[in-house]
């Protein structure tokens, strides 16, 4: 089989996610070799067998392969781990997901000193944190999806409110992809006019966003089990900003020294992975909630410090 070439994307996990974000990526033509890699190879290769049957749309070469063709892959997405059942929290993950990350991990070294890691298997935020202990790679050069995913549901909800495109709209959900995530509402606009000014919502209406947004991946797995065309369309996204180097601000999930973890806030997304942390100017009850949501994420990484 011929080298992998030099921008192709690694896919690991070919479960729901991964297939799901190999074909998104298949579709948007993000890069021309797509690796899909799963520890169950039978499970992978009929993935591959499936997916292989849309390339005619876009000529991307997408193939099984193995941590070594990973090795030499622009970008890496870990979707493998263990997903939610009904009930579960994304923290309820961490135990089985950690092992599984730091296991590919290991075997992924030496990783290709200009990789970008992609974390999407959750709890993305707490994953991602030990991921740029595990990879040793730059802090900036390990993302996780984090809440991208979040605020196109909120963006979505508010846009079909104002009966505009979801891109005309500017909001965000920061903190943990999780229970303790926040909305930026004093942060929110439709084309530049503070989005409270066009859609006048009292504090009740908002709380009522923010838990669909928030609850929304319970409310499908729920019924079939797993979720899996947003994160493939936001991995897609974020595979493109970096592949062509588009620098588009996106709340994703990053290394942040004065919470001393990774959660999500605005980022510059490059080649080079995170850029810069974007400002954002939140008012003194959300940056409470966003303080709030860090310590709930420490609380969880301090249960797991010998790791660090
Ligand atoms: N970040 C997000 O927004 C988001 C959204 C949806 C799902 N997820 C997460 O993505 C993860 C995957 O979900 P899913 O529905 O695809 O689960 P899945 O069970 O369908 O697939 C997981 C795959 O990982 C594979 N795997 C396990 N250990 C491996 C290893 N060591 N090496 C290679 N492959 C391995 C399994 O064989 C399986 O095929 C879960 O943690 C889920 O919570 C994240
Ligand atoms: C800040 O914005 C939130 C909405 O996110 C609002 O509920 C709150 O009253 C505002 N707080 C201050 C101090 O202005």
Known sequence: ????????????????????????????????????????????????????????????????????????????IITAGAKQRPGDTRLDLIDRNLKILKSILSSLQPIRKDAILLIVA???????????????????????????????????ILASRLNVADTSIHAFVIGEHGDSQCVAWSTATVHGTPLLKVLPLTGAERDEIATTTRMKAETIIRVKGFTSYGVAAVSARICEAIIFDHRQVLPLSHWREEFGCCLSLPAVLGRDGIISSFPIHLNDTEQKFLEASAESLKKVIGGYAEEL
């Open 122 to 156: 959750n709890p993305v935020d707490i994953l991602t944190l030990f991921a740029q202990k595990f990879s040793g790679l730059p802090k900036s050069q390990v993302l996780g999806s984090g809440t991208l995913l979040d605020s196109i549901r909120l963006k979505r």
């Open 1 to 76: 089989m011929s080298a992998p070439a030099a921008n192709s994307i690694a896919v690991i996990g070919a479960g729901s996610v991964g297939s799901a974000v190999a074909f998104s990526l298949l579709l948007r033509q993000v890069v021309p070799d797509v690796v899909l890699i799963d520890i169950d190879e039978d499970m992978c290769k009929a993935q591959v067998q499936d997916l292989s049957d849309a390339t005619f749309l876009s000529n991307v070469r997408i193939r099984q392969g193995t941590l070594t063709d990973a090795q030499h892959a622009a970008i890496i």
